[in-house]
């Protein structure tokens, strides 16, 4: 009887967040040894709000992730002004057919690592500092922070799931000149202690005026976050003084009124914040060789687009799929994911461009638009309507459907 002496292959993943850790999960299941570095000391929890939508959700049980649920029928948002004056208002998931489900980053990371399998090793206070490639393999040279020593290893594939400011995607393919545009706004984020005075811990705020914007998102079973957002023509200036100054900066000079001057406060004592930059990745390829970039290190649809989980999700996914369809042949698995893959991220880059507008309008084209949404929105009839409409756009669909079955 013959013994199957063909090697196991080999795969390195850089980054432990959303699309590192579902990435890896999916290459164990398509039989391959893998490895994940993380710069991190420990792998990070908390985090700001997403909404996991049909095509993420789909992807996530494929993979075996758990993510909970914490939508509630008893979620409502508000349209507010500084005066305390408020209107009943429609939230981000309201307008998208389909199941859609508001958690943390942090509670997708934390399911999709309570997925992964006990062998898959990972290493924290890990970075890749050199790649080297042939026709065979990646030779890695690997930097351990901690004891300040680098190892070389071979791997027969390399994954890139490190961020927006990827360090394999430096490595791999050269310096980011072109390659990360910054679209000119600013984002904060923290998690609250819990509801904002006046409201329930239930209610969304929306508080949108021209150029710059704050949003309470809630959830059914624990304190709602904040995001604040506002324009800039000066990114590099923003990061010289501490974040709260540049925000109380932003939404000055004005009197904050209450509920935002609460939540200003609140982001100032706040043991963990979000302070950065709307940017997006644009690559004419997401690999070269035998390394391949997934998630933000490859297309950042940022936050505006509300699919950067789901698509991180989705591309691991399909990853895994592409790679057990050609089994000898890394490299056409690797054009098949791409080609497959790349008109859904295209759309949705050019879909987050568009719901900036309504995230944080820019002119006052857009915030007359937006202000028309909000008094349509202020009635059961209209939010309705405007359910219904965006029910049956592509933008909606396009958040919903399986692309591994596309």
């Known amino acids: 009887m013959k013994t199957n002496t063909t090697p196991r292959r080999r795969a390195l993943v850089v980054g432990l967040g959303v699309s590192g850790t579902a990435s890896a999960l999916r290459l164990h299941k398509a039989s391959w040894d893998v490895v994940v570095l993380e710069k991190a000391a420990e792998r990070r929890r908390g985090g700001y709000f997403l909404t ?6 789909t992807a996530a049980e494929r993979l075996g992730i758990e993510v909970p649920n914490r939508f509630s029928t008893d979620i409502a948002y508000y ?42 090793e990972i290493r924290y206070s890990s970075v890749p500092v050199a790649l080297r490639q042939d026709a065979e393999s990646v030779q890695v040279d690997i930097e351990d922070l901690a004891a300040g ?35 000119g706004y600013m984002l904060a984020a923290c998690a609250l202690p819990g509801p904002v005075p006046g409201f329930r ?105 509300g699919m950067g989980a789901s698509s991180g999700l989705a591309g691991a996914d399909m990853l895994g ?32 461009m568009a719901m900036r507008k309504l995230f944080v309008p820019a002119d006052r084209t857009e915030y007359g638009i937006r202000f028309v949404f909000d008094h349509v929105a202020g009635t059961t009839l209209g939010r309705t309507l405007l359910s219904e409409a965006e029910h049956r756009s592509k933008a909606s669909r396009m ?8």
């Open 399 to 406: 958040k919903t459907i399986d692309i591994a079955l596309t």
């Open 149 to 183: 020593t680098v190892t070389t290893e071979r791997f027969d594939l390399v994954v890139g799931a490190d961020g927006l400011r990827s360090t394999v995607r430096r490595l791999a393919f050269g310096p980011d000149d072109g390659r990360i545009h910054r679209l």
């Open 52 to 57: 996991l939508f049909g095509t993420g959700i």
């Open 321 to 352: 799929t592409m790679l057990e369809r050609y089994p000898g042949d890394v490299l056409r698995a690797l054009r098949a994911w791409e080609e497959k893959l790349r008109p859904f991220i295209e759309f949705h880059q050019g879909s987050g």
């Open 201 to 305: 811990g239930t209610d969304g705020i929306i508080m949108s005026e021209l150029g710059r914007s704050a949003w309470v998102f809630a959830f059914a079973d624990r304190p709602p976050t904040v995001l604040f957002n506002y324009r800039t023509d000066d990114v590099d200036g923003e990061f010289t003084r501490p974040a709260i100054d540049s925000l109380r900066a932003a939404f000055g000079p004005e009197p904050a009124g209450a509920t935002l001057g609460w939540l200003l406060d609140r982001f100032e004592q706040a043991p963990d914040h979000l302070f950065d930059t709307a940017e997006q990745v644009r690559l004419d390829t997401w690999h070269q060789g035998r390394v391949v970039l997934v998630g933000d290190s490859a297309w950042c649809l940022t936050l505006y687009s």
């Open 79 to 120: 349209n507010v002004d500084r005066a305390g004056r408020r209107r009943r208002g429609m939230g981000f998931a309201e307008a998208v057919a389909g199941e859609s489900r508001p958690v943390v980053r942090g509670d997708v990371e934390q399911a999709a690592f309570d997925a992964l399998p006990e062998d898959v």
